[in-house]
């Protein structure tokens, strides 16, 4: 989204999609040290074409509209959509999702993302009978962690973190029940391990913030879904 006037990838996102669709076989890849293995994507040997209707973050129903069309036009076979309505409309009321259903008439196989609000009930989005709705999945792959108090009992945990050990010192430990920029950002998180029950912004940009802030470490308690986490402060 934003910044190139193309089709360019400016974040990452556009790339992931691709790559999964479409990517070459790629041996010897893991993640941040982890899981080693082959990759590609799902059809490598396909075409892609890709159209930007976003523009920094900013995707008007307008831009969405003609970038279906076009997509119609050059007659593709797929069409992948990664965007949709958290307020959803009814289908007869719905711009968006008759665009969609042109694209079908035309016989194009049209995917959805189901949305980033789950796992609970009633939050996939982009619902109509003519398109295919995919959600994510999960693996039973874990990454454990262990954090040990100065009692010495060790608190089970996970964590993507891979760099060098912490000493054996101990360390000072900072909770709060809801995080905030206003109660993270102070001197009196130097040396110390942030903890938060819950916060109001995501999990990296506490993890910078307490980095910035001089802190030595930051324990997320409470983290929405099933999410693995690799906070390089230490």
Same mark, same amino acid.
């Given at each position: 989204?934003?910044?190139?006037?193309?089709?360019?990838?400016?974040?990452?996102?556009?790339?992931?999609?691709?790559?999964?669709?479409?990517?070459?076989?790629?041996?010897?890849?893991?993640?941040?040290?982890?899981?080693?293995?082959?990759?590609?994507?799902?059809?490598?040997?396909?075409?892609?074409?890709?159209?930007?209707?976003?523009?920094?973050?900013?995707?008007?129903?307008?831009?969405?509209?003609?970038?279906?069309?076009?997509?119609?036009?050059?007659?593709?076979?797929?069409? @992948?959509?990664?965007?949709?309505?958290? @307020?959803?409309?009814?289908?007869?009321?719905?711009?968006?999702?008759?665009?969609?259903?042109?694209?079908?008439?035309?016989?194009?196989?049209?995917?959805?993302?189901?949305?980033?609000?789950?796992?609970?009930?009633?939050?996939?989005?982009?619902?109509?009978?003519?398109?295919?709705?995919?959600?994510?999945?999960?693996?039973?792959?874990?990454?454990?962690?262990?954090?040990?108090?100065?009692?010495?009992?060790?608190?089970?945990?996970?964590?993507?973190?891979?760099?060098?050990?912490?000493?054996?010192?101990?360390?000072?430990?900072?909770?709060?029940?809801?995080?905030?920029?206003?109660?993270?950002?102070?001197?009196?998180?130097?040396?110390?391990?942030?903890?938060?029950?819950?916060?109001?912004?995501?999990?990296?940009?506490?993890?910078?913030?307490?980095?910035?802030?001089?802190?030595?470490?930051?324990?997320?308690?409470?983290?929405?879904?099933?999410?693995?986490?690799?906070?390089?402060?230490?």
């Amino acid at each position: 989204m934003g910044k190139y006037r193309s089709t360019r990838d400016a974040t990452g996102h556009g790339s992931v999609i691709a790559s999964v669709a479409a990517g070459a076989e790629i041996s010897s890849v893991g993640v941040l040290g982890f899981a080693y293995g082959d990759a590609q994507g799902i059809a490598p040997k396909a075409r892609i074409a890709v159209y930007k209707a976003c523009w920094w973050k900013i995707c008007t129903l307008t831009d969405t509209l003609v970038v279906i069309d076009a997509a119609i036009f050059d007659g593709v076979d797929i069409l @992948s959509v990664s965007m949709g309505n958290n @307020s959803p409309k009814p289908f007869y009321n719905d711009a968006f999702m008759i665009s969609t259903l042109k694209a079908a008439q035309n016989n194009i196989f049209v995917t959805f993302g189901a949305g980033n609000m789950g796992p609970t009930p009633s939050t996939v989005v982009n619902s109509a009978p003519w398109v295919t709705t995919v959600g994510s999945s999960t693996i039973d792959k874990t990454y454990p962690a262990k954090v040990r108090l100065e009692n010495g009992e060790q608190v089970p945990a996970n964590s993507l973190y891979c760099g060098k050990s912490v000493t054996d010192d101990a360390f000072s430990l900072k909770f709060y029940n809801i995080c905030t920029y206003d109660n993270i950002i102070s001197k009196s998180m130097k040396g110390k391990i942030l903890i938060c029950n819950a916060s109001d912004i995501d999990v990296d940009s506490i993890a910078f913030t307490v980095a910035k802030a001089q802190g030595v470490g930051y324990i997320q308690l409470n983290v929405g879904g099933d999410k693995d986490l690799s906070i390089p402060l230490i």
